[in-house]
């Protein structure tokens, strides 16, 4: 166990820390501007894994293709969600809690649709990448490196919309005071339908590199939680400390697991109790105040 | 449909009111989201198992058992979790109800005691868990909670609680001691969840932790709200409903967990309040109507009058 036994383990950690940033961003996307935590996210990236799944065995689609596929078909999902479920809701104005049950109520749904309308049991997807290159030692699947390639360049363009575009611009506002902001003329309901479907577009990316690393299932919500700790961890609200936890949470859940594997799963919880103890606000979340 | 079926379901029921009604403190009066309780009915189970198998210890000890650790272990996670704001709570509570459930998934236990063997073994769990809840035994127990409860959620202590729910600052400026009455409404509904674990393990015959996911905690937080927040009868009647209805829809098979999500989903738009809308429903209010129209008293007396209003 030398050196490069550590740098493998370190590059399977970045693989997995990329794939939950894919699904992270999108929780904390959505925390930053409607201050609930959608538990449906994990619906839409399980989708999102069947659609690659099924592009690319039953439609025969290139990888490409699939993969397109999969960012249009969740990112439709996550937005139809938002128009049939969060939408009443907000209109309303109801408090956040009702918003995380009506989440928790369309995870149940999409789960058991999935389970009822195609079936339980884990699929493999076909081996689209099964050569893998070896650079100074290192075996590294192609798979692994067009995750880390595909994460990276998505989270760069997403980090590209929200810091130089005028939508982009508008989400910074409506995250920093939504009420202010749609009364300076910012639509609120664009704003929100941008983040759903960015959110969504990134779920299904991470669906598809999930499907092909791993197995598809309805019951994916296990992965998915952990993304969500990973939120958590970095600071939720906060796309940069998303980022940086899900990074740091693949990496030190890949070395305990090398250590001890049954091991990883209770980790995560127990860091993601720490955190909430230590700082709640995770490593790059602003403080919240507590507001009469 | 045998006797024997709808017994089933109504233990299941029984237990599963007891941890509603602890959420329904929790949760219904003193506004705090859980998505963790399913933790806290799987230790309360493991430790009555443990009392009732390794120890030779009798039924009740082991119910009282199971509760009072997982009530110790509420209180231990109020301390450090009651000062979250918001989201937060909800969130470690998550957190801790799947750290439980993954400590058991890799707990080894062996022991012999007395020349007997006990054995834990992880994700297979404990078997042969000797089965000694019945219909009797649950439906004596909830209604004891239920009563229990129901002083509770009137006395001043239940008045202090809705203060928080409704608005926690200005509870707080009223002179409540704001952390003490969540604490109890955390340790409460810990004690509820670890009792019904213990009938829980004692119904099924065997324990293992995939039975304690966080769809679990997930289910009896939305019976809370289906029942209605800030309604004892509405939790009963929202419990009740919600553990039959899977079983009235057993003909359609996989997809009634379709539906029950797309229930939740309408009720959250449609009425927001719960079946009960925050009422109780009044068993002696509804009596009293009844003989009195039965007498055929055209007027009825002013004292009655004034009974009804206080109630």
Known sequence: ??????????????????????????????????????????????????VGYYALTALGCPFLIAFLLCGVGSGLLAIVIERLVYNPLRKRHAPSLYFIISAMGASIFLENFVIASIDGTPRNYPAVFANSISIGGLSLGIDSLLMI??????????????????IGLAIRACSYNERASTLMGVNG???????????????????????????????????????????????????????????????????????NSTLRDLFVYALLILVLVVKPSGLMGKVTEDKA | MSWYYIEGILIQSCYTLLIVLGLSILTGYTGMFSFGHAGFVCIGGYVS???????????????????????????????????????????????????????????????????KNFMLDGAKGIASVPLKTTFGISLVIVVIFVIATSFLVNSKHGRCMLAIRENELAAQMSGINTFSYKMLAMCMSALYAGIAGGMLAHYF?????????????????????????????????????????????????DWRLVFYGLAVIVIMIVRPMGLMGGKELRIGYYVNRLTRKLLKKSDPLPGGDEEEEAQ
């Open chain 1, 149 to 166: 390639i595909v994460s990276a360049a998505a989270l760069l363009i997403l980090m590209f919309i929200i810091q130089k575009t005028k």
């Open chain 1, 1 to 50: 166990m030398g050196i490069g036994y550590y740098l493998q383990q370190l590059v399977n950690g970045i693989c997995l820390g990329g794939m939950y940033a894919l699904m992270s961003v999108g929780y904390s996307l959505v925390y930053s501007i409607m201050n609930f935590s959608n538990f449906a996210h994990g619906g839409v990236i399980m989708v999102g894994a069947y």
């Open chain 1, 189 to 259: 309901d664009l704003v929100i339908f941008t983040v759903f479907l960015m959110g969504g577009i990134l779920a299904g990316f991470a669906g598809i590199l999930y499907g092909m690393r791993f197995i598809v299932k309805p019951t994916i919500g296990q992965v998915t939680n952990k993304s969500f700790v990973a939120a958590v961890f970095g600071g939720l609200g906060s796309l940069p400390g998303a980022i940086l936890g899900s990074l740091l949470l693949g990496i030190m859940e890949i070395f305990v697991a090398s250590w």
């Open chain 2, 205 to 253: 015959g065997y324990l293992q932790p995939k039975m304690f996911m966080m769809t679990k905690s997930t289910e009896y937080t939305i019976m809370v709200i289906f029942g209605g927040m800030g309604s004892i009868t509405g939790s009963v009647v929202g419990t009740v409903l919600l553990c039959a209805l899977p079983e009235l829809l057993r003909a359609v098979g």
């Open chain 2, 49 to 115: 198992v443990i009392c009732t198998m390794a120890f030779d210890l009798p039924y009740a000890v082991g119910l009282l058992a199971g509760g009072l650790v997982s009530m110790i272990l509420g209180a231990g996670l109020g301390r450090i979790t009651l000062r979250l704001k918001g989201d937060y709570f909800c969130i470690a509570t998550l957190g801790v109800g799947e750290a439980i459930r993954l400590i058991f998934n890799n707990l080894q236990l062996n022991w012999s005691i007395n020349g």
